[in-house]
T-cell receptor
């Protein structure tokens, strides 16, 4: 039972354009969401997060949007750069002390120059 | 400020053997979580340690066990290795009261 789903295995975008990565979840107990980026042979790197009391959070070129009623979140990268090419994971957890992260299967982003 | 470190980086074992993986958390962090990442999948939660006790456990058999030391570092032990245990093992550290976890580079385990 996949509680966090990333339905697009891969995405290809031209340099300078917007990249939009999507994530859906089913567990209504999730109220904190994170995006991680992973390069080959490295561990996941934290990018940005959002709690359920907000619908948007920005950090530089990265913006995460949360639609609680649709149980959907997305990560926007503007403008996309070749160095953004990596696997992006969406993760979710309830906002309680010491909770595990539940991850999606990831989306491979390729930014073409 | 050192991030999360893990050792070894790579490991090859044969079926039935036992393995110990090590993790040092990011400076100041008191909570360590372990994840298994199979090829083409997202990380799967194994367990979490805080104050030297296992606080949460995912859907993994008892062959997987762990320990946290007073300096917050942690070990993951896997007994009676199976071919299916071949994966990237990730350690993540955090503050107990915060949700964001920071990952180490992982240990790549191959079971032959």
């Amino acid at each position: 039972d996949q509680q966090v789903k990333q339905n697009s295995p891969s995405l290809s975008v031209q340099e300078g354009r917007i990249s939009i990565l999507n994530c859906d979840y089913t567990n209504s107990m999730f109220d904190y969401f994170l995006w991680y980026k992973k390069y080959p042979a490295e561990g996941p790197t934290f990018l940005i997060s959002i709690s359920s009391i907000k619908d948007k959070n920005e950090d530089g070129r990265f913006t995460v949007f949360l639609n609680k009623s649709a149980k959907h979140l997305s990560l926007h990268i503007v403008p996309s750069q070749p160095g953004d090419s990596a696997v992006y994971f969406c993760a979710a957890t309830p906002m309680e002390y010491g909770n595990k992260l539940v991850f999606g299967a990831g989306t491979i982003l390729r930014v073409k120059s | 400020d050192a991030g999360v470190t893990q050792s070894p980086t790579h490991l090859i074992k044969t079926r039935g053997q036992q393995v110990t993986l090590r993790c040092s958390p990011k400076s100041g962090h008191d909570t360590v979580s372990w994840y298994q990442q199979a090829l083409g999948q997202g990380p799967q939660f194994i367990f979490q340690y805080y104050e030297e006790e296992e606080r949460q456990r995912g859907n993994f058999p008892d062959r997987f066990s762990g320990h946290q030391f007073p300096n917050y570092s942690s070990e993951l032990n896997v007994n009676a290795l199976l071919l299916g245990d071949s994966a990237l093992y990730l350690c993540a550290s955090s503050f107990w009261e915060q949700e964001t976890q920071y990952f180490g580079p992982g240990t790549r385990l191959l079971v032959l």
